[in-house]
C-alpha cells in the first residue's frame, strides 16, 4: 500500500526565511508527484509536477525535487512571504493504482511578518 | 469556464436523505476526478473518468455512492442514505489527460445532522 508522510506537520516562520518541505512515499513505483497549496475553505492549487523522469521543476520561487530510488521529495520556498501561508500537500500517483492520487496530510506552513 | 466549478458550496441535510454534488470541470479537460476530505484526515480518492471509457470506481467506499459524467462535461456525485460519517469536503478536479497537472474547485462542504 502507498503511503504519503510529510514532516513537519505544522511550520511557522518569519518572512523572508528560506524553507524545505519535506515529502516521503513507501513505493517507489510512481508516474509522477505533485505538490499543491490549499487555503482554508478552496481547494487545491497545483504548484508543481515532477514526472518519474525528472530530478526537479522550479516555478519562481518554489523549487521542487524528486529522489524516486529513495522515496523522498522536497519543496523548497525562497524568500517567504506572509502569502505563502497556507497547507502544503503533496501526491504520488502510483503506477499500479491507475489514475489515482495518493496524498500526504500536509504540512501546515505560516509565515509571519 | 476559467477554473473547476463546483455547486453548491455548502449543503446541510439530515441523516437519510439523498444528496447530489455537481463539477462543472474546465473546459476541453478530458479527466475528471472526485475526492473526498474529512476533517483532519488527508485526501481520498473515490471515482476518475477519462472521456468515455468506463470510470475507475475504486475508491468509492460503499454502494451508496454513485457518479455519472457524460461525455467530457458535466458530472454529478450522489449520495443516497446519507450517514453522518459522510460529512466531509467533496472536491472535485479536472485534467487536460491523466498524466497533466490536476485543477481543483473549491469543493462542496457536506454536513450531516
Known amino acids: 500500500k502507498q503511503e504519503v508522510t510529510q514532516i513537519p506537520a505544522a511550520l511557522s516562520v518569519p518572512e523572508g526565511e528560506n524553507l524545505v518541505l519535506n515529502c516521503s512515499f513507501t513505493d517507489s513505483a510512481i508516474y509522477n508527484l505533485q505538490w499543491f497549496r490549499q487555503d482554508p475553505g478552496k481547494g487545491l492549487t497545483s504548484l508543481l509536477l515532477?514526472?518519474?523522469?525528472?530530478r526537479e521543476q522550479t516555478s519562481g520561487r518554489l523549487n521542487a525535487s524528486l529522489d524516486k530510488s529513495s522515496g523522498r521529495s522536497t519543496l523548497y520556498i525562497a524568500a517567504s512571504q506572509p502569502g505563502d501561508s497556507a497547507t502544503y500537500l503533496c501526491?504520488?500517483?502510483?503506477?499500479?493504482?491507475?489514475?489515482?492520487?495518493?496524498f500526504g496530510e500536509g504540512t501546515q506552513l505560516t509565515v509571519n511578518p | 469556464g476559467a477554473g473547476v466549478s463546483q455547486s453548491p458550496s455548502n449543503k446541510v441535510t439530515e441523516k437519510g436523505k439523498d444528496v447530489e454534488l455537481r463539477c462543472d470541470p474546465i473546459?476541453?479537460?478530458?479527466?475528471l476526478y472526485w475526492y473526498r476530505q474529512r476533517l483532519g484526515q488527508g485526501l481520498e480518492f473515490l471515482i476518475y473518468f477519462q472521456g468515455n471509457s468506463a470510470p475507475d470506481k475504486s475508491g468509492l467506499p460503499s454502494d451508496r455512492f454513485s457518479a455519472e459524467r457524460t461525455g467530457e462535461s458535466v458530472s454529478t456525485l450522489t449520495i443516497q442514505r446519507t450517514q453522518q460519517e459522510d460529512s466531509a469536503v467533496y472536491l472535485c478536479?479536472?485534467?487536460?489527460?491523466?498524466?497533466?497537472?490536476?485543477?481543483f474547485g473549491d469543493g462542496t462542504r457536506l454536513s450531516i445532522l
Open positions: 478536479a479536472s485534467s487536460f489527460v491523466r498524466d497533466q497537472p490536476q485543477h
Open positions: 501526491a504520488v500517483r502510483k503506477i499500479t493504482s491507475g489514475s489515482r492520487l495518493t
Open positions: 515532477i514526472q518519474s523522469s525528472q
Open positions: 473546459s476541453g479537460h478530458t479527466a
